[in-house]
């Protein structure tokens, strides 16, 4: 864990809900060393996405939320987007930030692509089902981001709950939140791509 910096991405359109807390048991594991940095998009709103990739060149921004969010992102070896499941799939929010990745990817001088390849993607998120499987869409839709980035992948730590604190009732996500970050996380490949 030398060197490495966790931004904990939380996507929730409130605070200390299920999400959040799952991800600070896991986070609780991580070793002193291992750096943490923590912002809730809810607070720290991205405006809406402009797709300006194919008319004029993005340009970086350097002050307001998506200059915070851009630096802490390219300050990251480990990047977890801690996002309730909305619908079957990422939270707005969450959306909308990663939405930026594509901007990002298209402002001259960032070399955003290359910086990321290589690093962490993970996820953490709830929902208040009961059968985790309607949550593959989330699952898919982070997986297939980190491969597109050439991202190593973590996979996605589920917990189950519906009101604030309910998942830590769940036992069982509370266990697996214990060795989450301790996993091999792979490079992530397109279902399609073989070894
Ligand atoms: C807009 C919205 C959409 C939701 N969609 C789903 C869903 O598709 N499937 C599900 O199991 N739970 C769904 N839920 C329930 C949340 O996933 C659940 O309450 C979760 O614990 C919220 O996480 P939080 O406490 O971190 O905000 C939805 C909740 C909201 C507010």
Known sequence: MTNRRFLFVLGSSRSEGNTELLAREAAEQLPADAEQEWISLAEHPLPDFEDLRHDSD?????EGNAALLLDAT????????????YWYTLSAHTKRYLDHW???LRTPGLDFKPSLA?????????LAHEEAVVADPLIDALHHSAAYMGMRF???LLGNGSKPGDVLRDTEA???AKTFFAREAPFA???YETE
Request: proline share 8%; charged share 15%; aromatic share 8%.
């Open 58 to 62: 993005h340009v970086r921004p350097t």
């Open 74 to 85: 390219l300050a990251a070896t480990d990047i977890v987007i801690a996002s309730p499941l």
């Open 102 to 104: 594509s901007g990002w």
């Open 118 to 126: 290589g690093r962490t993607l993970w996820g953490v998120a709830t």
């Open 154 to 156: 973590g996979g996605v």
């Open 174 to 176: 509370l266990a697996r």
């Open 189 to 191: 490949r397109f279902p």
